[in-house]
């Protein structure tokens, strides 16, 4: 499975937020349906609106999709440079794991929490986050120099050349 996007509101016709179950709520809208929707996962027992995970020792456990995640990552300002401080994780077997991997931009964008308007758009299980740009391991086809990322400040997914400074 995957996460939701924490959207739960609906715009109405005239384009104000309403409540999904209000009447006059348009259709088919996000916050209308998937987990952070449902009553039997939208609780904040585990986590924010569907979003569900277990944090130990710096590391956080997505409970919907399996994924480990280092709870403790700094964005860093290069492709080059997320890759040498997943080399440090790896070394020093950060939360007992030294097959670390850079994440797929999907994987990223999971994490993603769109329901939040301030501060990194992120489950605050994931307080050392930023409110910033995290690389993916996805090179972007279009420019070989550049890779995917996701940027947790304003929940978008985007690509840049991997040497820009983010």
């Known amino acids: 499975g995957l996460n939701d ?10 384009g104000a937020l309403v409540a999904c179950s209000a009447a006059g709520a348009l259709a088919g809208q996000d916050g209308a349906s ?7 996962t939208s609780g904040a027992a585990d986590g ?5 995970f277990t944090a130990a020792g710096g590391c956080v456990t997505d409970n919907v999709t399996g994924l480990v995640w280092d709870g403790t ?13 997943l080399a440090t994780a790896n070394a020093t077997a950060r ?16 994490l993603v929490d769109n329901g ?6 992120i489950d605050p299980v994931f307080a050392a986050t930023p409110a910033a740009g995290f690389w993916s391991s996805e ?3 279009g420019d070989t120099r550049a ?4 940027d947790f400040g304003s929940g978008a997914v985007a690509f840049d050349t991997a040497t820009n400074p983010l």
């Open 116 to 121: 939040l308007s301030t501060g990194a758009r």
């Open 34 to 40: 998937g987990r952070d929707a449902l009553a039997l």
């Open 139 to 141: 090179a972007y086809a």
């Open 147 to 150: 890779a995917w990322l996701v």
């Open 48 to 52: 924010r609106v569907g979003f569900s």
């Open 95 to 110: 939360c007992g794991h030294a097959d670390w991997r850079l994440p797929t931009a999907a994987e990223l964008a999971s």
């Open 5 to 14: 996007t924490g959207v739960t509101q609906c715009l109405d016709a005239a």
């Open 73 to 85: 990552a700094e964005a860093a300002a290069t492709l080059a440079a997320a890759q040498a401080n």
